[in-house]
Protein backbone atom coordinates (compact mmCIF):
# COMPACT_ATOMS: atom_id res chain seq x y z
CA UNK A 1 0.00 0.00 0.00
CA UNK A 2 1.15 3.47 -0.87
CA UNK A 3 2.12 5.67 1.84
CA UNK A 4 -0.01 8.93 1.32
CA UNK A 5 2.34 12.29 2.70
CA UNK A 6 -0.67 14.83 4.08
CA UNK A 7 -1.14 18.35 2.49
CA UNK A 8 0.66 20.05 4.39
CA UNK A 9 4.01 17.95 4.55
CA UNK A 10 3.94 17.61 0.27
CA UNK A 11 3.43 21.87 0.53
CA UNK A 12 6.76 21.81 2.78
CA UNK A 13 8.60 19.83 0.14
CA UNK A 14 7.54 21.32 -2.56
CA UNK A 15 8.23 25.01 -0.94
CA UNK A 16 11.42 23.56 0.01
CA UNK A 17 12.20 22.47 -3.81
CA UNK A 18 10.65 25.91 -5.42
CA UNK A 19 12.86 27.85 -2.82
CA UNK A 20 16.72 25.41 -3.09
CA UNK A 21 15.59 26.04 -7.02
CA UNK A 22 15.42 29.88 -6.65
CA UNK A 23 18.57 30.05 -4.47
CA UNK A 24 21.02 27.79 -6.61
CA UNK A 25 19.39 29.75 -10.14
CA UNK A 26 20.59 33.12 -8.40
CA UNK A 27 24.17 32.03 -7.64
CA UNK A 28 24.82 30.52 -11.12
CA UNK A 29 23.23 33.84 -13.09
CA UNK A 30 24.98 35.79 -10.35
CA UNK A 31 28.24 34.17 -11.10
CA UNK A 32 27.48 34.34 -14.57
CA UNK A 33 27.18 38.30 -14.47
CA UNK A 34 30.33 38.28 -12.75
CA UNK A 35 32.39 36.68 -14.65
CA UNK A 36 30.94 37.55 -18.21
CA UNK A 37 33.19 40.50 -19.06
CA UNK A 38 36.38 38.09 -18.38
CA UNK A 39 34.80 35.46 -20.46
CA UNK A 40 34.13 37.85 -23.29
CA UNK A 41 37.96 39.16 -22.76
CA UNK A 42 39.30 35.55 -23.25
CA UNK A 43 37.07 34.57 -26.28
CA UNK A 44 38.48 38.08 -27.97
CA UNK A 45 41.92 36.99 -26.84
CA UNK A 46 41.60 33.36 -28.42
CA UNK A 47 39.95 34.79 -31.59
CA UNK A 48 43.18 36.66 -31.72
CA UNK A 49 45.65 34.59 -31.20
CA UNK A 50 43.81 32.17 -33.79
CA UNK A 51 43.87 35.11 -36.48
CA UNK A 52 47.73 35.43 -35.79
CA UNK A 53 48.58 31.37 -35.82
CA UNK A 54 46.65 31.03 -39.41
CA UNK A 55 48.36 34.25 -40.80
CA UNK A 56 51.74 32.52 -39.92
CA UNK A 57 52.25 35.48 -37.32
CA UNK A 58 52.77 33.65 -34.08
CA UNK A 59 56.16 33.51 -32.87
CA UNK A 60 55.61 30.39 -30.87
CA UNK A 61 57.39 31.97 -27.62
CA UNK A 62 55.66 34.83 -27.84
CA UNK A 63 53.82 37.48 -30.28
CA UNK A 64 55.85 39.33 -32.66
CA UNK A 65 55.91 43.02 -31.95
CA UNK A 66 53.31 44.56 -34.11
CA UNK A 67 51.86 41.55 -35.54
CA UNK A 68 48.17 42.17 -34.43
CA UNK A 69 48.23 46.00 -36.34
CA UNK A 70 48.29 43.73 -39.84
CA UNK A 71 45.35 42.89 -38.76
CA UNK A 72 42.02 44.16 -40.64
CA UNK A 73 38.14 43.56 -40.84
CA UNK A 74 37.10 42.91 -44.56
CA UNK A 75 36.29 42.30 -47.46
CA UNK A 76 32.85 40.44 -45.90
CA UNK A 77 31.81 39.32 -42.86
CA UNK A 78 34.24 36.88 -40.75
CA UNK A 79 36.42 37.58 -43.36
CA UNK A 80 40.00 39.56 -42.01
CA UNK A 81 43.04 41.22 -44.34
CA UNK A 82 46.62 40.44 -43.42
CA UNK A 83 48.63 43.34 -44.26
CA UNK A 84 52.63 43.67 -44.93
CA UNK A 85 54.91 46.07 -43.33
CA UNK A 86 53.95 48.89 -46.29
CA UNK A 87 50.29 48.24 -45.43
CA UNK A 88 49.60 46.23 -48.36
CA UNK A 89 47.18 42.95 -48.05
CA UNK A 90 49.61 39.84 -47.97
CA UNK A 91 46.64 37.20 -47.06
CA UNK A 92 43.24 36.49 -45.54
CA UNK A 93 41.74 34.52 -42.70
CA UNK A 94 38.51 33.25 -42.78
CA UNK A 95 36.07 32.10 -39.92
CA UNK A 96 34.54 29.19 -40.77
CA UNK A 97 32.40 26.82 -39.29
CA UNK A 98 30.72 23.15 -40.01
CA UNK A 99 28.74 20.35 -38.00
CA UNK A 100 31.13 18.34 -36.52
CA UNK A 101 30.12 14.43 -34.53
CA UNK A 102 28.90 16.30 -31.61
CA UNK A 103 28.07 20.12 -32.50
CA UNK A 104 29.80 22.37 -34.91
CA UNK A 105 33.69 22.81 -35.18
CA UNK A 106 34.61 26.36 -36.17
CA UNK A 107 38.10 27.54 -36.60
CA UNK A 108 40.28 30.33 -38.39
CA UNK A 109 41.25 29.61 -42.17
CA UNK A 110 44.64 31.34 -43.89
CA UNK A 111 45.01 32.19 -47.13
CA UNK A 112 47.91 33.30 -49.48
CA UNK A 113 47.32 36.83 -51.26
CA UNK A 114 45.83 35.53 -53.99
CA UNK A 115 43.44 33.70 -51.98
CA UNK A 116 44.16 30.20 -53.38
CA UNK A 117 46.73 28.51 -50.73
CA UNK A 118 46.22 27.97 -47.28
CA UNK A 119 48.98 29.73 -44.62
CA UNK A 120 47.42 27.86 -41.92
CA UNK A 121 44.60 26.61 -39.64
CA UNK A 122 43.80 26.77 -35.67
CA UNK A 123 40.75 25.60 -34.25
CA UNK A 124 38.29 27.32 -32.16
CA UNK A 125 35.59 25.48 -30.49
CA UNK A 126 34.71 21.59 -31.03
CA UNK A 127 33.32 18.78 -29.07
CA UNK A 128 35.05 16.21 -30.72
CA UNK A 129 35.83 12.97 -29.16
CA UNK A 130 39.61 12.95 -26.92
CA UNK A 131 41.66 11.16 -28.50
CA UNK A 132 39.68 10.43 -31.98
CA UNK A 133 38.26 13.57 -33.11
CA UNK A 134 40.04 15.87 -30.51
CA UNK A 135 43.07 15.34 -32.51
CA UNK A 136 42.61 17.92 -35.12
CA UNK A 137 44.17 20.52 -32.60
CA UNK A 138 47.27 18.40 -32.33
CA UNK A 139 50.34 20.06 -34.44
CA UNK A 140 51.13 17.27 -36.39
CA UNK A 141 47.29 17.11 -38.39
CA UNK A 142 47.44 21.34 -38.82
CA UNK A 143 50.85 20.99 -40.08
CA UNK A 144 49.73 19.27 -43.28
CA UNK A 145 47.81 22.56 -44.36
CA UNK A 146 50.15 25.20 -45.13
CA UNK A 147 50.76 25.26 -49.15
CA UNK A 148 47.59 23.15 -49.85
CA UNK A 149 45.59 24.72 -52.34
CA UNK A 150 41.37 24.07 -51.70
CA UNK A 151 39.22 21.90 -53.14
CA UNK A 152 39.96 19.39 -50.92
CA UNK A 153 39.01 15.83 -50.45
CA UNK A 154 40.12 13.19 -47.96
CA UNK A 155 43.16 10.95 -47.93
CA UNK A 156 44.48 7.52 -46.87
CA UNK A 157 47.81 7.27 -45.17
CA UNK A 158 50.65 9.12 -46.58
CA UNK A 159 48.57 9.61 -49.69
CA UNK A 160 48.54 13.49 -48.90
CA UNK A 161 51.90 13.71 -49.32
CA UNK A 162 51.69 13.91 -53.46
CA UNK A 163 48.11 15.75 -54.46
CA UNK A 164 47.58 19.51 -53.01
CA UNK A 165 43.92 18.94 -52.59
CA UNK A 166 44.34 16.23 -50.20
CA UNK A 167 44.75 15.53 -46.15
CA UNK A 168 45.18 12.57 -44.12
CA UNK A 169 41.87 11.78 -41.98
CA UNK A 170 42.12 11.45 -38.33
CA UNK A 171 41.93 7.32 -38.00
CA UNK A 172 38.41 6.66 -36.41
CA UNK A 173 37.52 9.79 -37.36
CA UNK A 174 35.40 10.37 -40.19
CA UNK A 175 32.56 12.35 -39.51
CA UNK A 176 35.66 15.10 -37.75
CA UNK A 177 37.51 14.94 -40.75
CA UNK A 178 34.61 15.64 -43.80
CA UNK A 179 34.07 18.30 -41.10
CA UNK A 180 36.87 19.88 -41.29
CA UNK A 181 36.86 19.03 -45.30
CA UNK A 182 33.31 21.23 -45.51
CA UNK A 183 35.32 23.54 -42.86
CA UNK A 184 38.25 24.25 -45.59
CA UNK A 185 35.83 23.86 -48.97
CA UNK A 186 33.48 26.39 -48.21
CA UNK A 187 35.79 29.43 -46.49
CA UNK A 188 37.62 28.86 -50.08
CA UNK A 189 34.72 29.28 -51.14
CA UNK A 190 33.39 32.57 -49.21
CA UNK A 191 36.76 34.08 -49.41
CA UNK A 192 36.65 34.22 -53.63
CA UNK A 193 33.23 35.41 -53.61
CA UNK A 194 34.40 38.16 -51.18
CA UNK A 195 37.45 38.96 -53.45
CA UNK A 196 35.13 39.13 -56.84
CA UNK A 197 32.80 41.71 -54.81
CA UNK A 198 29.61 39.12 -54.49
CA UNK A 199 28.03 39.07 -51.12
CA UNK A 200 28.96 36.88 -48.48
CA UNK A 201 26.48 34.73 -45.97
Do not use: C
Amino acid sequence: MKRRFPLQRQAAIMAFMVGMTAVVTSLVSGAHLLTIEKVMANQERQLRRALLIAAGLDAGAGLREGTEERLREGPGAGIWTVLSDDGRPQGYLVIGQAPGLWGRIRGVVGFDAEGRRLTGVEFTEHNETPGLGARIDEAEFKRQFPGKRPPFRLAGEAESEAPTDAFDAVTGATITSAAVRDLLNKSAERLQRALKGDAVP
